[in-house]
């Protein structure tokens, strides 16, 4: 058996009233902010997935803000995605009240930082990457991810030599495929990265995003790797 929201199983709806006042989450979520004088900007929001009256999507300066329904028990499942560099997501959380979820919604769209959203509404929480491109300092804290991180434990003693290099220092390091990437721009307005793999025998391979692997560098000492990738990054 269905009901007339959307479709979907009355065990499902029971735990959203105020969706059989409206006609999609997305209308709820703008008459609760009318409610309470929060302003959502309804030109600025972005198409929700058709036929998913369960969704709601809106924009906001720093990326798309989505909110999804619990199925098994009520919850509003909020996600605030980021336009940012290499940046996938600023925060999520998830609350059974409709107008704290709001809430969240207006104070991103509005200018919230991280730290602060998560102060007003415990339930958000956030990466340290997140409150570094929040800050702008997203280098610094990439960096010291990367460094502390045991996943790659054996390229620590090349980032510490790479990040000592005040040139390389300046650039967003990052791991693909166990390729270690040094981009020129951590906001990704930008080209131009290298990239350094770590070999077996304890080798080091440099190229930029510019060369074919035919051109890549084989260095024995980690001090000849660090001088070289300075001057390569001159090029970029």
Known sequence: MTDAFGGLPPSFSDHYPELARHKDLRAAILATAADHGLDLDLETRSPDPEGAPTIAQFESPRGTMKVDLMRTERGFDITLYSNRGWLSQWADGTTADLTEATGVLAAWKHGATVTGLAQRFPFMTHLRLSQGYDEGNQVTVMWDLQIGDPTFAQYRELLVALRAEPQ?????????????????????????????????????????????????HEFQQLDDLVAAAAALQTEL
């Open 168 to 216: 390389l220092a300046q650039m967003f390091p990052f791991f693909s495929m166990w390729t270690l990437r040094l981009v020129k721009d951590s906001l990704r307005k930008q080209p131009g990265e290298l990239r350094i793999q770590q070999k077996d025998n304890g080798s080091y391979l440099l190229w930029s995003s510019s060369e074919t692997d035919e051109n890549k």
